[in-house]
C-alpha cells in the first residue's frame, strides 16, 4: 500500500533562517506531488506541484521554493523565513489520473519567531 | 471569484440532527469531485468521493449537479464525533490538480 511521509510535524524557527521540510511517498510510482499551506482559520493554498522528477510549477510567488530531486521526494525550501511563512505545511500525492485522490501527510506546523 | 466556494460556517446542530453543506465551483471542465474531513490541526482525509449519480456511505451522502456546479454532502444522525471541517475538492481534466475549498466547520453538540 501507499504511504506518505512528511517531517519534522513541529518545527519553530527564527526570522531569516533557512527552511527544508521533506516529503517521501512509498508504494507508487511517478505521483503527481504537492505542497500546500494553510494559515490559521484558512484553505488550504497549493504552493507547489511536480509531476515528475525536476519538473516543478509554482502557483504563488513567495519567499519558498521548492524541488523534486527523486521520483517519491519532494522537499520544500526557503533561504530565509519571514514571519508571514508561518503556518501548516502539508505535502500531498495523488495518481495524477482522473477520478483519483489526493493523499496527504501528517503536516509540518511551523512557528517562525 | 474563487475556483472552490463553501460557506465557512459554523454550523452548530445537536445530536442526531441532519446537516447539508454546499460547495460551488467555476471551472465546467472539472472532472472529480470529492469531500475531505480534517480535524483540529490534523491533515485533511478522505471522507468520500462524489459520483455523478450520487452516493451514499452510511449516514453520509454526497451529490453532483453538474448544470449548477454545485456539491452537497448530507449527514444524517449527526454524532459528537462529526464535528470538524469539510473541505470540498474538485480537480480538473488536464492537470489533475486538487483545488481545496476553505472548509465548512461541524460542531455537533450534545
Known amino acids: 500500500s501507499q504511504t506518505i511521509h512528511q517531517w519534522p510535524a513541529t518545527l519553530v524557527q527564527p526570522v531569516g533562517s533557512p527552511l527544508s521540510l521533506e516529503c517521501t511517498v512509498e508504494g507508487t510510482s511517478n505521483p503527481n506531488l504537492y505542497w500546500y499551506r494553510q494559515a490559521a482559520g484558512r484553505g488550504l493554498q497549493l504552493l507547489f506541484y511536480?509531476?515528475?522528477?525536476?519538473?516543478i510549477s509554482s502557483e504563488v510567488p513567495q519567499n519558498l521554493s521548492a524541488s523534486r530531486p527523486q521520483d517519491r521526494q519532494f522537499i520544500l525550501s526557503s533561504k530565509k523565513l519571514l514571519l508571514s511563512d508561518s503556518g501548516f505545511y502539508l505535502c500531498?500525492?495523488?495518481?495524477?489520473?482522473?477520478?483519483?485522490?489526493?493523499?496527504f501527510g501528517q503536516g509540518t506546523r511551523l512557528t517562525v519567531v | 471569484r474563487k475556483e472552490v466556494e463553501q460557506d465557512p460556517g459554523p454550523f452548530n446542530v445537536p445530536e442526531g440532527a441532519t446537516v447539508a453543506f454546499n460547495c460551488t465551483y467555476s471551472n465546467s471542465a472539472s472532472q472529480s469531485f470529492f469531500w475531505y474531513r480534517q480535524d483540529c490541526r490534523k491533515e485533511p482525509k478522505l471522507l468520500m468521493s462524489v459520483y455523478s449519480s450520487g452516493n451514499e456511505d452510511g449516514r453520509f451522502t454526497a451529490q453532483l449537479n453538474r448544470a449548477s456546479q454545485y456539491i452537497s454532502l448530507l449527514i444524517r444522525d449527526s454524532k459528537l464525533s462529526d464535528s470538524a471541517t469539510y473541505l470540498c475538492?474538485?480537480?480538473?481534466?488536464?492537470?489533475?490538480?486538487?483545488?481545496f475549498g476553505r472548509g465548512t466547520s461541524l460542531i455537533v453538540h450534545p
Open positions: 511536480s509531476v515528475g522528477i525536476g519538473q
Open positions: 500531498a500525492w495523488s495518481a495524477g489520473i482522473q477520478n483519483t485522490e489526493a493523499f
Open positions: 475538492v474538485v480537480v480538473s481534466g488536464g492537470s489533475y490538480i486538487p483545488t
